[in-house]
């Protein structure tokens, strides 16, 4: 599955953005999808994770935990992460990414997206 994540940009703190990531090249509804970042000089970290049916399962990060959301549309073979209450310490290139199960925790993605920059002011 071939992944293309859109949807960054800069936005100052206290504010939103939402994040799209479209699938193409397989049936979308195999996989369970997840947002990554990794922020300047950092490690890639997970932020959060659906399940592959829609109005899955959900699972996030604690530091996101309250402000994001991770959604999808699987008629639309898309996964959503709405970003809200936007703080600097968020500003990271954010990463898409699916696996091919009903529900994935941290680990275990095949297929990565190539991020979208998230730059978040103070």
């Known amino acids: 599955v071939q992944l293309q994540a859109c949807g960054g940009g800069l936005v100052q703190a206290g504010g939103s953005l939402r994040l799209s990531c479209a699938a193409s090249g397989r049936p979308f509804s195999r996989y369970a999808m997840a947002w990554f970042r990794q922020a300047p000089g950092k490690e890639r970290e997970f932020v959060a994770t659906i399940a592959r049916r829609s109005g899955g399962s959900t699972y996030y990060t604690d530091s996101v935990k309250g402000r994001f959301t991770i959604s999808r549309d699987n008629a639309k073979n898309t996964v959503y992460l709405q970003m809200d209450s936007l703080k600097p310490e968020d500003t990271a290139i954010h990463y898409c990414?699916?696996?091919?199960?009903?529900?994935?925790?941290?680990?275990?993605?095949?297929?990565w997206g190539q991020g979208t920059e998230v730059t978040v002011s103070s």
């Open positions: 990414a699916a696996a091919g199960t009903d529900v994935a925790g941290q680990y275990g993605y095949e297929y």
